[in-house]
């Protein structure tokens, strides 16, 4: 799983553009699973499991991420950019980027010396901020990067510290990750798996993708903040890296069912699988256009704690992956069995 | 060697203000197929080749900007200050790379604070340094193992190529020099010289400087040149307060320098048809000229710079072109 993790972070995916991904997984998933692209071109996968399901179960990640959007160049050749999805500015300064074409640049910035003394500790706004390719004028950028070219971080997988991975995007390849896995393995049950598009502009493929599914149950599997770092204060900490998924009651997008929120950490605690409890409210995904498709959707999410989220170094344990996953498995069977 | 093979080889070497051993092993290495090179005590990397005439000098500083670890906090984060001028509004979320005991190297991410936890006010600024930390991934008892107080902390090396011959990269402040004195020495090679040329790399320079304050007094040079970098156009940044990347080699011409060095090296420029832009500062340069020229007795010193976007982040930007302008103007005034 990690090695398909490693090279799904490899494919640049920003929302809107994420024909390179889902290919990827296709080729993967073909002798596994039935599947289809629907019209936003959210990826639905059938997996047939050794039972039938009293209850059709979804579960869904999002194979987008977050990025940069090219939208003009400067006389001098220096590319302006949006953000696709939310990310800081305070992150995106002295960056390597690369574009979905491959061409590689870097976002600028004033040298510190020449700085006036309130200028030096100054958030940036992203209309400020600007992608230096080398190029000496407009055309020869927008030769190399058309408008509407999107990028990302320049910044691959990489196994950090103790039992941790780091990188970009990991929002959320590790539920995709999941989910591919599941797929190749043997199931118990028959699920419906949604690779879905568009999450970080407002969760807008999972919308069609629960439309034509129209499941019972959904299980969204994400990547969410861990604030466990120093100086913040334990109550503010949302989850910890190393203490397994994340269950969710409630965030900006969804008021959870609580008896489903309890059945998560139960079937956890019954079957040796490290959760805790998503300690905060905050934070949005898939599950705020599923849980109101159609006529409603019974719907959980289970995240990996993650650190440093929507930056170029998103920060997660493995085990918690693992954990993850085993917990969207067995909750997945106990929802088909309901 | 081309140009950008020289730099990627320097720039590989880590040498953070007052650590610089294997950046000055890696530019000795280098430098030792031209002439006689020592390691000085300083950490100073000294060449000197014999010929008639005046000791010239070419400088440039060996160090780079950087962090230093301060302490291991009992959650097993790493705080630490800056080593020489890094810049605050690059560091969250930041790759760095602690250069731990025996300097194995160990991968670090600057923390940043996710948005939820940021008051309104909080977001229009950088936190201070005192507020970050260095996330390496282990706990206090097992960072302790590897890494302790006073150990440097650079920014992850990167080295890559944009359009033009322009490459981006850690440290070419002032590998960049390094690498523009080193193509220096290779175009005068088997030339007879009307000098004795001495070459220095010198420690120090984010810092204290002393590098090439010790540097300058030993060898006691009857004129020198020191190369670095300095700034190049971008946006928001005054025109009249930088060069133009691709512009050529940037001559300085500043009270600090001697006119009449500042003076030949145009001349010599112009008369060899090598690309060239004048810089001209008010008062000091802010490089080691500064403490070369007042080294000793006094050194008449020229100042000659590359032409750097970004500079302390991890992505400076410059062009090959721009060295190879320095290194022929160098060459030129020591033949």
């Given amino acids: ?338 | 060697m081309e140009i950008k093979d020289i730099l990627e080889k320097l720039t590989s070497a880590n040498g953070v203000s007052g650590d610089e051993g294997e950046a000055a092993r890696t530019a000795a290495d280098i430098l030792s197929a031209y002439m006689p090179v020592k390691i000085e005590k300083s950490g100073n990397v000294v060449g000197f080749l014999k010929g008639e005439g005046p000791i010239i000098m070419l400088e440039a500083h060996l160090d780079q900007i950087g962090l230093v670890v301060t302490n291991i906090d009992k959650s097993g984060f790493i705080r630490f200050t800056k080593c020489g001028g890094a810049d605050i509004r690059v560091l969250p979320a930041a790759n760095v790379t602690v250069i731990g005991k025996d300097k194995k190297e160990i991968d670090g991410i600057v923390i940043s604070t996710p948005p939820h936890l940021s008051k309104d006010e909080d977001r229009k600024k950088f936190k201070s340094l005192d507020e970050l930390a260095i996330d390496v991934g282990l706990s206090c008892e097992e960072a302790s193992k590897i890494i302790s107080p006073g150990d440097r902390v650079v920014y992850k090396k990167s080295f890559g190529s944009l359009m033009n011959g322009r490459l981006y990269g850690t440290s070419f402040d002032d590998r960049a020099g390094v690498a523009s004195v080193l193509r220096a020495v290779d175009l005068i090679k088997d030339k007879k010289l009307g000098c004795s040329l001495c070459v220095l790399f010198a420690t120090l320079e984010e810092t204290t400087g002393g590098g090439a304050a010790v540097g300058a007094f030993s060898e006691q040079p009857d004129e020198s040149i020191s190369v670095d970098v300095s700034f190049a156009d971008s946006p928001g940044v005054p025109e009249h307060k930088t060069g133009k990347l691709g512009g050529g080699v940037m001559i300085g011409i500043a009270p600090t320098l001697d006119s009449e060095i500042s003076n030949k090296l145009i001349e010599i420029a112009r008369a060899k048809n090598i690309k060239y832009q004048t810089e001209v500062m008010g008062g000091h340069t802010s490089t080691n000229a500064d403490k070369i020229s007042v080294s000793g007795k006094g050194v008449k010193t020229g100042l000659l710079s590359v032409p750097l976007r970004n500079m302390h982040s991890a992505v400076e930007v410059l062009e090959i072109d721009d060295i190879e302008a320095v290194a022929q103007l160098m060459a030129e005034y020591v033949l």
């Fill in chain 1, 1 to 338: 799983m990690l090695d398909l993790l490693r090279q799904m972070s490899e494919i640049i995916s920003a929302s809107g553009k994420e024909k390179c991904l889902r290919d990827f997984i296709i080729e993967r998933i073909k002798p596994h699973a039935e599947y289809e692209v629907d019209p936003l071109g959210n990826l639905l996968v059938f997996k047939k499991g050794k039972n039938r399901a009293k209850n059709k179960v979804m579960l869904a990640a999002h194979i987008d991420e977050v990025g940069i959007i090219v939208c003009f160049a400067e006389k001098s050749g220096f590319l302006r950019f949006a953000t696709v999805g939310g990310i800081d500015p305070k992150v995106l300064l002295g960056r390597e980027i690369v574009f979905e074409n491959g061409v590689k640049g870097v976002t600028g910035l004033a040298p510190v010396h020449l700085l006036k003394e309130d200028e030096k500790n100054k958030a940036p706004e992203i209309s400020d901020l600007y992608i230096d390719i080398g190029a000496n004028s407009d055309t020869e950028a927008l030769n190399a990067v058309p408008l509407g070219t999107t990028g990302t971080f320049a910044q691959k997988l990489e196994e950090f510290g103790d039992g941790l991975v780091a990188g970009r995007a990991l929002d959320d390849r590790i539920g995709a990750a999941i989910m591919l896995d599941l797929i190749r393995s043997e199931t118990e049950y028959d699920l419906t798996l949604a690779f879905t598009v568009q999450e970080e502009v407002g969760a807008r493929g999972a919308a069609a993708a629960a439309f034509s599914i129209a499941p019972d149950y959904a299980i969204v599997l994400e990547a969410t903040t861990a604030a466990d770092i120093i100086d913040v204060p334990e109550h503010k900490q949302v989850c910890k890296l190393k203490n397994g998924a994340a269950v969710s009651f409630m965030d900006n997008s969804t008021v959870y069912p609580m008896e489903l929120y309890e059945l998560a950490l139960k079937v956890a605690e019954d079957n040796g699988i490290k959760a805790q409890p998503k300690a905060a409210v905050a934070g949005g995904n898939d599950s705020g256009s599923i849980h109101k498709s159609g006529k409603g959707v019974r719907t959980i999410t289970l995240s990996v704690p993650c650190r440093y989220i929507h930056s170029q170094n998103c920060v997660s344990a493995v085990s918690d992956i693992y954990e993850t996953r085993a917990l969207a498995e067995k909750l997945g069977y106990t929802f088909a069995n309901a």
